[in-house]
């Protein structure tokens, strides 16, 4: 069973910053392709940045030029290291392993202006 479990969230005023862990237990994690999604209230969730088991790296809109992806794989775990927040940023941050029906349970981000 695959377990993700998210850290980090919190609240912040606009144009702080957070850094978010997700620490994953899967064996074959230097392979895995794992991704952060947000669910903003009365919104869909939307993809922020995923990472490649390589180490590349995607962002849509949401994350770009203000989010950084990374991974440390020698501790199984993934962050969202996020920068220049606005109130926009605000939501239900998870984690998910690409691909696959595996989420954490979610870390709430709350940025006021």
């Known amino acids: 069973q695959v377990q993700l479990v998210e850290s980090g969230g919190g609240s912040v005023q606009a144009g702080g910053s957070l850094r978010l862990s997700c620490t994953a237990s899967?064996?074959?994690?230097?392979?895995?392709?794992m991704g952060w999604y947000r669910q903003a209230p009365d919104k869909q969730r939307e993809l922020v940045a995923s990472i490649s088991g390589l180490g590349d790296t995607n962002y849509t809109g949401a994350g770009k030029g203000r989010f950084t992806i990374s991974r440390d794989n020698a501790k199984n775990t993934v962050y969202l290291q996020m920068d220049s927040l606005k109130s926009e940023d605000t939501g239900v941050y998870y984690c998910?392993?690409?691909?696959?029906?595996?989420w954490g349970q979610g870390t709430q981000v709350t940025v006021s202006s």
């Open positions: 899967i064996s074959t994690f230097r392979f895995a392709p």
């Open positions: 998910t392993l690409v691909d696959s029906n595996y």
